[in-house]
């Protein structure tokens, strides 16, 4: 398994090992001495899985209070995956970093607290599954607006498909951030 930081303090890109034969494929998508190894050190308490069609946006979140790492990987289908760094104390502040992740490419990132999160489904569907760092709290959920001029993400598409609450998402500018670099070692 190879572990790489971005250029995001504390975001990581993961590229398991595959082990493939002519019936399949074996691999580890998660190794907590390895994650350790790697500076992700904080654990994990919630799995998540969603499914969504072509053009579904989802996010940008994130928890201001009880503020979640994330663990992103897509067992079907393919999404541009999203982190902003929320932490007003971090130099790569209002930053962000986007990775396809897919099925085949078998990638994975961690959004470590701090960040907000989000993603776009590229294939026809796509089936994400995520591992939390802290458990979901909806009265501390916030949405980033996921076309704010300030962050100029780079989405694969123009017209995405928006749930009310993300095309009611907040710019930078007025969001409610971190003063300090939430949730200790691993974010």
Known sequence: ??????????????????????????????????????????????????????????????????????????????????????????PTFGLWIGEYLSAENKRQLYVPPGFAHGFCVVSETAEVTYKCTDLYH???????????????IDWPIEEPILSAKDAAGSPLGEAETYGETPGGAGG
């Open 1 to 90: 398994m190879q572990i790489s930081e971005t250029r995001l303090r504390g975001m990581y890109l993961i590229e398991p090992r595959v082990f493939a034969d002519e019936r399949g494929f074996f691999m580890e998508t998660y190794h907590q001495a390895k994650f350790a190894d790697g500076g992700i050190t904080l654990p994990f308490v919630q799995d998540n899985h969603s499914r969504s069609c072509r053009g579904t946006l989802r996010g940008l979140h994130y928890q201001i209070q009880h503020p979640q790492g994330k663990l992103v990987r897509v067992v079907q289908g393919e999404v541009y995956d999203v982190g902003v760094d929320l932490r007003r104390d971090s």
């Open 138 to 152: 909806p009265e501390h959920e916030r949405s980033l607006l996921w076309n704010d001029p300030q962050l100029d």
